[in-house]
């Protein structure tokens, strides 16, 4: 029995050490040899979609008045996008594609208009229809059928030619000006009259004067819109809040050259251009 006790310890001891001697070895081990990467823990960070978005207003010549753009240079623009093999998206497919549930075609842009000016439809469409692009249009229902505004016909006939018609408040008001009642009203009566005239859901917003506030996003969240733009010059980007998507203005007293340097770095000629390459 003595010497039966005698191994069993010796065992014991043996196991002791060889124990101790695995757990010295780890210490001494370098910790990179234990350190998953980020891939390899599926924890890669993805850079974000970025794609540019032009805003246009009137076309149309009125020397001093920034927002028109005169039609020989919109049409020069538009050339310039097919020569250059820009791919103008419906707004349904940018926003699949802004987050990453449709695949990108070649240079991605998203053109639209703000407030619903007649040549929209008498001017810009023509030209949109000849290059086969679609676009996106922000109504003021409010302003329908008044002077040099688009009637309800006109409308009607955007959208059969491929444009998406979305809210842009009644009668085009500073939102931050009114209170949260107010923004709700303006916001919700005008989405319900391009429902009711069109037949169709709207997707998104744009906010006059590029101006809102906290009440302002939290009304169109009541209302049940989930994106909006603004006017900040900087690339839509999928790491932008959804309801503070940024356009580039096209702006009437550009020459062709500055609009298109606006279009690839994202930032009017003046300014530094941005770190960002847009969506291709």
Not at 132 to 160: D, H, I, N, S
Not at 163 to 172: A, D, K, R
Not at 179 to 190: A, M, N, Y
Request: hydrophobic share 40%; proline share 8%.
């Amino acid at each position: 029995m003595t010497r039966r006790r005698i191994r069993l310890a010796a065992a014991a001891i043996r196991a002791a050490v060889l124990g101790l001697a695995l757990v010295w070895v780890s210490l001494l081990a370098p910790v990179s040899t234990f350190a998953a990467s980020p891939a390899a823990e599926g924890r890669a960070v993805k850079s974000p979609i970025v794609i540019p978005v032009l805003l246009y207003h009137s076309i149309a010549d009125i020397p001093g008045n920034p927002v028109a753009m005169r039609p020989e240079l919109f049409e020069a623009e538009m050339a310039y996008l097919a020569r250059e093999g820009y791919t103008p998206l419906t707004l349904e497919s940018f926003l699949r594609i802004l987050y990453g549930n449709e695949p990108s075609p070649p240079k991605p842009v998203l053109l639209t208009f703000d407030d619903g000016y007649a040549n929209n439809d008498t001017v810009a469409r023509p030209v949109l229809e000849r290059y086969g692009f679609p676009a996106t249009l922000f109504f003021c229902p409010g302003f329908e059928g008044q002077e040099g505004y688009l009637t309800w016909k006109q409308v009607r006939r955007l959208q059969r030619a491929g444009w998406s018609i979305e809210p842009h408040t009644m009668n085009h008001v500073r939102l931050p000006d009114l209170d949260l009642v107010l923004q709700r009203r303006e916001i919700v009566e005008s989405k319900r009259a391009i429902e009711k005239r069109l037949g169709r859901r709207v997707l998104a917003f744009s906010y006059p004067y590029g101006e809102y506030d906290e009440r302002t996003l939290e009304a169109l969240r009541q209302t049940g819109i989930r994106y909006a733009f603004a006017l900040k010059d900087d690339f839509a980007s999928s790491d932008q809040p959804p309801l503070e998507l940024r356009r580039l203005v096209a702006s009437g007293d550009q020459t062709l050259e500055e609009w298109a340097h606006m279009l690839k770095t994202g930032r009017p000629l003046e300014s530094r251009p941005t770190s960002r390459t847009p969506h291709t």
